[in-house]
């Protein structure tokens, strides 16, 4: 894991890409970086891991949104854009981990707790969230923690 704070990763490779001349690449790594810069200044600090994860995954939740909407438009062309911005934005992730560990550990969670209905999502978020952290995105552990409910309850 590298200890280059966030802001400093992306200007290098702001500065790589304005070199190799990546177009795409550069206007995606400088929204982000003003991204960081804006939440630093609503933080008055510098901008940590997490903080930094959580500006990646928005940026690629707002492009995931555009292409739905793209594509309802037929668009393609633009849905194609965004598409190619969530790749290059996708590295800054860290590794994500994978949905049958995910549910794994919901399962056994629900199991050990002896959880159960919709009002069990929010004890499963928490626990899943504090053992995965930034490895795994909430939507997911929240769907696939719904689909586990399900078959417990069926």
Do not use: C, H, W
């Not at 630093?40 to 928005?58: M, N």
Request: aromatic share 2%.
């Amino acid at each position: 894991m590298t200890t280059t704070p966030p802001q400093q990763r992306i200007e290098a490779d702001v500065k790589a890409a304005m070199k190799s001349g990546e177009k795409e690449k550069l206007s995606t790594l400088r929204m982000l970086l003003t991204e960081i810069k804006n939440e630093r200044i609503r933080r008055g600090s510098e901008v940590d891991e997490a903080g930094f994860v959580s500006l990646v995954r928005k940026a690629i939740k707002q492009r995931e949104e555009s292409i739905s909407q793209y594509r309802k438009g037929n668009r393609e062309e633009l849905a194609a854009k965004e598409e190619a911005e969530i790749k290059l934005l996708e590295p800054y992730l860290p590794a994500q981990v994978d949905e049958g560990q995910i549910r794994a550990a919901i399962e056994e969670t629900v199991a050990a707790k002896g959880l159960s209905g919709p009002a069990a999502i929010g004890p499963i978020m928490k626990e899943m969230l504090a053992r995965f952290g930034s490895s795994a995105d909430g939507a997911t552990i929240n769907r696939i923690a719904r689909e586990v409910l399900a078959q417990k309850a069926g």
